[in-house]
């Protein structure tokens, strides 16, 4: 894998709650240009490796790397969309609002974003398909909407890498297309796009290359080589028999 | 007016917008009951900043005791974080512990000087104007009217200099995390404001009142508006007007300044819980009866789409269909008709042109679950809303 760049590259990283370890020495090297997926069963550490990689969680033990350099050195890089439940809709703010928050991040301390940053906030939100909901209430949007939203302000971020915590989750089906394509065009344009992904069956159609993660790390790597029976079983512990393409 | 009247309208106001701004980021962050916390805790701080300093006004006492409100926090969150307790036990068993801690200091040491436990859980704006900061003779105000002032001109300062990432850290820890906003940084930085706010605004109007002072503001302009702004705004113009409100109260009552205050406060907020425009409790009752019985009517409409055999149509054994009570099958029966969705012919209820088409996108609602579209689809058809 020397001759493509890597976009992250994850070495012996151990991170733990009390003691107990969600995520055991894992090593993951992920090429420039990809859309992965990670895949596991629930309390795999999916959402864990994500915010160990990302320094909201700091791992006892293991290192980063974004491009070589730390994730801290590497920032304005990479764009984060957490899971949607994570964040408390009723806050008193709007969906443009919540777009803008992507730009803070390149703004730094004290700036205050300005009209660069808010016609880029428009641009992302038409983008997405919610222009016409730019001043609506945050808890006045559909789940979609929300998840739109949220995908709007990674895309101000206009990042290298993107990371999404389940991004299609409680969503309707045409939001989950109009998400999915956004994120190809990401990966045309050259993006390295990383998704924590709960539909097994959508995998070999959304994505080119996935992790199977169950503390530690099972197999990672193009989707056509990898994405069997085996490395299911291997996960999720149970004799896993996949539907599509098979 | 006289001047000292004013002076204690102006301290009672600056109190209300300091504790104000806080206040609503506190109550945004589900941290209401830190402010109870370390309002009471940091009288061991108070106490013994006064043996030191012998001045309740004096910056460093402010300092003493706001540190003890930061301490508080700490202690509160190392607890927590055994597991061994929750967060409202954690913080039911150290402000006590601490507040009684300066109870008996009080007691055993300061017996014959000005600072007695009614006073710290009370305040009294009454006394703030004879306490006088004078400079080589020259009087220039009270003095607590300078410590709040300052006290207010610091945290108008951080407000506007972190605004956003007070915001975004408020609002998204994990994303304000990952672009270097730390949510640690801002947290403390927000409990040593609060400490501060609350260690000024102690002398005036005690223990009890300050928390609600940070809280009812916050609490109140939350259920009228969807912009932090605007919450801010409302906040503190809510603050100032409870100040000199109570003032007044106090004065025509001849009752305790910051009790008024706080009695307006609560009586703004009840106002504004009944009836605030789309979040007040009148309001959502409103609207649940209105769904009720909008989902009702597509229901029915259902019905009459599934069914073309006469009977199970006619008006008398409606509701044995579909198993209502006589009073709210009429209800629908009449919405229905005044929205122009049926027709009844010798007693037969039969779907109109329109009652069709809004069933058939309703049906389809209904299957693709695309909730944003309902709406719409009400507003587009409904003559009359339920």
Known sequence: ?246 | MTNPQIEIQLIASLVAVACAIPGVFLVLRKMALISDAISHAILPGIVIGFFITQDLNSPLLILLAAITGVITVVLVETIQKTNLVKEDTAIGLVFPALFSIGVILIAKNANDVHLDVDAVLLGELAFAPFDRLLVSGVDLGPKSLWVMGTVLLITLVLLFLFFKELKVSTFDTGLSSAMGFSPLVLHYGLMSVSSVTVVGAFDAVGAILVVALMIAPAATSYLLTSDLKKMLGLSICFGVFAAIAGYWLAHWLDASISGSMTTVLGLIFLLVYLFAPSKGLLAVLYRQKQQRKEVSLITFLLHLNNHSEEEERHINHLNEHINWKKLRSKGVLDFATKNNMIRIENDVVSLTEKGEEFTNLAIEYILTNKDEHIEHIKDDFFLFRG
Do not use: C
């Open chain 1, 1 to 246: 894998m020397d001759e493509t760049k890597l976009a992250i590259s994850v070495d012996d990283l151990t991170v733990a709650y009390d003691y107990k370890p969600v995520l055991w020495d894992i090593d993951l090297a992920v090429p420039e240009g990809v859309l992965m997926a990670i895949v596991g069963p629930n309390g795999a550490g999916k959402s864990t490796l994500i915010k160990a990689i990302l320094g909201i969680i700091k791992p006892i033990a293991g290192s980063v790397a974004i491009y070589g350099k730390p994730y801290e050195k590497q920032r304005k890089l990479v764009a984060y969309v957490p899971q949607k439940g994570s964040v408390d809709w009723d806050f008193p703010t709007t969906a443009i609002d919540v777009v803008m928050m992507g730009t803070y991040g390149s703004l730094g301390w004290i700036k205050r974003p300005g009209q660069k940053e808010k016609k880029a906030s428009l641009e992302a939100l038409e983008k997405v398909g919610m222009l016409s909901f730019k001043n609506r209430q945050i808890s006045q949007l559909s789940g979609g909407q929300q998840q739109r939203v949220f995908l709007a302000r990674a895309l101000v971020q206009n990042a290298s890498i993107y990371f999404m915590d389940e991004p299609f989750q409680g969503v309707d089906a045409t939001t989950e297309i109009a998400i999915i394509n956004i994120l190809k065009e990401l990966r045309k344009a050259g993006k390295t796009v990383v998704v924590v992904h709960h539909d097994l069956q959508t995998v070999p159609e959304y994505f080119d290359w996935v992790t199977f993660l169950n503390v530690k790390k099972i197999a990672t790597g193009p989707v056509k080589e990898i994405f069997n029976d085996d490395n299911l079983t291997k996960t999720y512990g149970i004799n896993y028999k996949v539907a599509v393409n098979k």
